[in-house]
């Protein structure tokens, strides 16, 4: 298993299953991308919220009022505990939203600002 | 924006999609699918279990399997079968007959079928305790993604709550993959899912509590533990009480209709507490109040994969038929009899009573307005 840099901290491995009696499992290419600036690996194509899961990440956004963290339950995208900011969009469901080299993943507090179009944000 | 007119909208890729997809399609129609999900089959590409059922639903082969050659049946009608992926039909707008679509975040697009199929499955349903929103706290559906689909740990140590066979079938699962089971809690008086499930987990050590429920989920800002209590016959907390220390608490206590297409649509809803929720009235040919739109799968009525397929199939043929496509007389029968043969035992009876409240003979003087 590579070595990753994440909250596990240095050298720590992803959390993988690494045998299966039934199951064999393909990843995506391994790449990296930013969980709230820090540099993290997982597999592309794959959801944005397993690779968190997989770096020891469970925390994805904070509640508007109660200031409650919530992380995933439904992991199908009906449920909108997955929330995040994906390069500088709010409100993605990260559970069906696949990963890609270089994304830029933040915690969400709140509600989310959604960007102006206009603006010319930039796009992995 | 861009606007889409396919003669079939099959809405969900799973089991019930699937299958009314490519019965479609083998009737001559020109189906297209979407699919919310990045990958296709549903709930089936979790399942490592052999299936029961019977020979017809690939009783006997595990569930992912079964994923495979329903894709490798959609993939022989490629000409006709269109399938968008990551795609989340958001709305049903009746002023102009319209949905509308997201590919991926921000690709929006409207889709004007003649004929739609709701297969859209299911939601998980939650039990409230205090804690009950902290991560850690997954639906059992959610376990099983991270575990079976895409290979990654949900965790160390489990509890399950719900001993259906969901919460059987997940908890041997999560020891197949390595997580350690604390228990699992059943606030029912006894054990709601297939023996030879509960069996299998017995044989590995792990407890299966009766008339007991988790009282509250411990940790600041994760889980780490949980206070599970003894339930008395009117469920209420009478203890003893236990703590557990785990870092997931899988729920497992059972799933709700996905229908809001339906509703929206005008279909005639119903709530029917044996297919667990609201949903819609249809006829034998999977037709709701609505006559372009059909319902199949967990959408119709909580149940078994098997029987989706076969509900699938009918709406699939049914739609077919209704745009003129040439179909097999007499096949629809031939599935409902695959459908009493599956609804046989005793949960079976359950959905049998439930499908009586819902199924209609007719629309005279029911029909869409």
Redesign the interface.
């Known amino acids: 298993m590579d070595e990753k840099v994440g909250p596990g901290g240095k050298g720590s491995k ?4 690494e ?5 064999d ?1 393909v ?1 995506g290419e391994k790449v990296r991308f930013f969980f709230d600036g820090k540099e993290l690996e997982g597999f592309e ?3 944005i919220s ?1 690779a968190l ?2 770096n020891g990440v ?3 956004r904070e ?1 508007a009022e109660m200031h ?12 909108s505990s997955c929330f995040m900011i ?1 390069d500088g ?1 709010p409100n ?2 990260t ?4 990963l890609k080299a270089g994304m830029k993943v933040e915690t969400q507090h709140g509600k989310g600002n959604v960007p102006d179009l206009n603006d010319g944000r930039p796009r992995s | 924006m861009k606007k889409i007119a396919p003669e079939i909208l099959v809405i969900g890729g799973g089991a019930a999609g699937l299958s009314a997809a490519a019965e479609a399609a083998s009737a001559g129609a020109k189906v297209l699918v979407v699919e919310s999900d990045l990958r296709l089959g549903g709930q089936l590409i979790k399942q490592t279990h052999k299936f029961f059922g019977s020979k017809d639903e690939y009783a006997g082969t595990r569930g992912y399997k079964i994923a495979d050659i329903l894709l490798n049946e959609i993939d022989s009608f490629k000409d006709s079968v269109s399938i968008l992926q990551n795609t989340t039909v958001t709305g049903y707008y009746t002023e102009d007959d319209t949905f509308t679509a997201m590919r991926g975040e921000e690709e929006v697009f409207q889709i004007k079928p003649q004929k739609t199929i709701v297969a859209t499955g299911a939601q998980e349903r939650l039990i409230p305790f205090p804690n009950n929103d902290l991560p850690g706290v997954y639906g059992a559906g959610a376990v099983q993604t991270l575990m079976n689909v895409y290979g990654v740990l949900p965790g160390k140590r489990v509890l399950m709550v719900g001993a259906g066979n969901i919460g059987l079938i997940v908890s041997y699962q999560l020891m197949q993959a390595g997580v350690e089971v604390a228990a699992i809690v059943e606030a029912g008086p006894r054990i709601g899912g297939y023996w030879v499930h509960a069996a299998k987990i017995r044989r590995m050590g792990v407890p299966i509590l009766l008339r007991h429920s988790i009282k509250k989920a411990l940790g600041e800002d994760v889980i780490t533990g949980a206070v599970i209590t003894g339930l008395n016959e009117k469920f209420e907390q009478v203890g003893p009480e236990e703590e557990i220390e785990c870092d997931l608490i899988c729920i497992a206590v059972g799933l709700s209709p996905t229908t809001e297409l339906l509703s929206q649509a005008g279909c005639k809803m119903m709530y029917v507490p044996q297919l667990c929720g609201n949903v819609a009235q249809r006829d034998r040919t999977m037709r709701t109040s609505n006559p372009a739109f059909y319902t199949a799968g967990d959408a119709s009525g909580i149940e078994e994969a098997s029987a989706a397929m076969v509900e699938g199939r009918i709406a699939g043929l049914s739609a077919a038929a209704a745009l003129g496509y040439p179909t097999e007389h007499g096949k629809i029968d031939e599935y409902w009899s695959r459908l009493e043969s599956l609804r046989m035992g005793e949960a079976g009876a359950r959905i049998c009573q439930g499908i009586e409240c819902v199924l209609v003979k007719g629309w005279e003087g029911a029909s869409h307005e």
Do not use: W
Not at chain 1, 14 to 17: G, K, N, P, R, S
């Open positions: 992803l959390a993988l299953i045998e299966h009696p039934i199951l499992f990843h194509g794959e959801p397993m899961h997989a469970r925390i994805y509640t409650r963290p919530r992380g995933f339950f439904c992991a199908i995208g009906k449920c994906v969009v993605v469901r559970c069906i939203t696949p």
